[in-house]
T-cell receptor
Framework: AQKITQTQPGMFVQEKEAVTLDCTYD???????LFWYKQPSSGEMIFLIY??????QNATEGRYSLNFQKARKSANLVISASQLGDSAMYFC?????????????FGPGTRLSVLP | DTEVTQTPKHLVMGMTNKKSLKCEQH?????MYWYKQKAKKPPELMFV???????INESVPSRFSPECPNSSLLNLHLHALQPEDSALYLC??????????????FGPGTRLTVT
């Protein structure tokens, strides 16, 4: 069963506008971590933001924020004031610390294109 | 220093060749990972080394052979690969595998083409 779902294969956003990238996850663990990574065309995976399952506040890192709704098992990434350099693949990922068979699992990704 | 380095950046090899991919980190991390990523797909975990011991092997073909000489270095030895093994190979490290909050730091990857 897929643990991470990203329902938007591709998204377009106008420069300087905000965009939300969706992520839902499936786990029976109480303790887990949720991550967002950006992958430009160069290939390197860039860590953006982290949310722990016990964190009561939504995580924020500069222009990135995470809309965490634990009961709905969703962890959407919000990018404010989009820039042309934000065009990339975005992956949602989950870590379950004691599940060594699937310790760090990625979703299928969303390709974001920022339009000038 | 939050850098993971990988060499080479590009590799073209024949199906009868033997080659190695190298990965290095100097962040004092005790877990290192190899991922395989095909175009337009997410990375797939191949191997995890935790404290220099192989923790999992997801039934990856034996033509891929990982080696962890020490906690800073991770190699992936390649032998008798198939064209479908052509992909981006990513190395990553994290402080540990036992805590959910440890993010993985990725290297730039090696683009492998098997002819």
């Amino acid at each position: 069963a897929q643990k991470i779902t990203q329902t938007q294969p591709g998204m377009f956003v106008q420069e300087k506008e905000a965009v939300t990238l969706d992520c839902t996850y499936d786990t029976s663990d109480q303790s887990y971590g949720l991550f967002w990574y950006k992958q430009p065309s160069s290939g390197e995976m860039i860590f953006l933001i982290y949310q722990g399952s016990y964190d009561e506040q939504n995580a924020t890192e500069g222009r990135y924020s995470l809309n965490f709704q634990k009961a709905r098992k969703s962890a959407n990434l919000v990018i404010s004031a989009s820039q042309l350099g934000d065009s990339a693949m975005y992956f949602c990922a989950m870590r379950e610390p004691y599940n060594y068979g699937q310790n760090f699992v990625f979703g299928p990704g969303t390709r974001l294109s920022v339009l000038p | 220093d939050t850098e993971v380095t990988q060499t080479p950046k590009h590799l073209v090899m024949g199906m009868t060749n033997k080659k190695s991919l190298k990965c290095e980190q100097h962040m004092g991390h005790r877990a290192m990972y190899w991922y395989k990523q095909k175009a337009k797909k997410p990375p797939e975990l191949m191997f995890v080394y935790s404290y220099e011991k192989l923790s999992i092997n997801e039934s990856v073909p034996s033509r891929f052979s990982p080696e962890c000489p020490n906690s800073s270095l991770l190699n992936l030895h390649l032998h008798a690969l198939q064209p479908e093994d052509s992909a981006l190979y990513l190395c990553a490290s994290s402080q540990d595998t036992g805590y959910e909050g440890y993010e993985q730091y990725f290297g730039p990857g090696t683009r492998l083409t098997v002819t």
